[in-house]
């Protein structure tokens, strides 16, 4: 699995299906427009339905914030109405993926120039290994940091920079949590399949999505990039400081 921080490769089969359809029955409607004159009106407004059906996949920065709910819903619609095909050719994880991929890109431009103030991160219980009793789902720093799993590794760099972080074992806990908190930006660390429902549900939140590694399966001792999750929040989050402008790590026993 390809873990590089904002690697843009990935969003273009989505890409190709969600503009090139749209722009070839556009094409097509304005070809028959010119070569017929019966229901020349009915094909001109076809094109012009198509063409607008593209529109959204150029809006870029505040447009594209401003926006956001209408793209989601009309990109979501091409996600999931062509998962079945993916599904079909053995490509369905590498086609929500892109989409992801797609949504990623989008919500970097828009936080790149002007970073997100409250950012929340959204992380699946499945990261903590199967055998570990450490209680995280109270509290991260319940976890001893053995080097077993993902969970040491995140903690380490989620004190150092204070983020705002949850971990769940239920995606409606994480919809309710991330509703509640109210942030301007969410990261959220997921199989394929749940970020593909996480952004159609919170179309009103930018939401940057990042994949997780299933090596045992799914829902199993899972794991991700924590350096891909540094980069994203480094990139496109304000740094927490205190009162006279620095940045202040959270310092391990302040939050024991
Ligand atoms: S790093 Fe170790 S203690 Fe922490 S959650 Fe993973 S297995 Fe448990």
Known sequence: MN???????????FLVIRRGIPLGFAL???????????????????????????????????????NRRAIIRWDGFWATAFRPFA??????????????AWNNRRVKEAFELRPA????????HCIQMARCKAE????????FECGLCTVGDYL?????????????NRSH?????????????IVAVSCADRLLKGLIKLPEVPVYAIPL?????????????????????????????????????????ESA
Request: proline share 7%.
């Open 28 to 66: 097509a409607g304005l070809a028959s427009a010119l070569l017929h004159t019966s229901g020349r009106g009915w094909l001109l407004l076809f094109t012009v339905a198509c063409l607008a059906a593209v529109g959204p996949t150029y809006k870029r920065g505040d447009s594209y914030l401003k």
């Open 156 to 168: 380490r760099a989620s004190l150092l920079a204070r983020w705002d972080a949850r971990i769940t």
């Open 213 to 253: 590694q299933l090596p045992h399966g799914m829902c199993v001792d899972t794991a991700f990039s924590v350096p891909h999750l540094q980069a994203v929040m480094e990139a496109l989050v304000k740094p927490k400081r205190d009162a006279e402008g620095k940045v202040t790590p959270l310092r391990h026993e």
């Open 87 to 100: 599904r079909f050719l053995g490509q369905e994880d590498a086609w929500v993926l892109a989409f992801c």
């Open 173 to 185: 806990k994480a919809y309710r949590e991330a509703r509640e908190f109210r942030p301007d930006l």
């Open 3 to 13: 873990t590089r921080p904002f690697s843009p490769a990935r969003a273009w089969p």
């Open 136 to 143: 995280i789902l109270e509290e991260f720093t319940n976890c």
């Open 117 to 124: 103030r409250k950012a929340l991160v959204l992380l699946p």
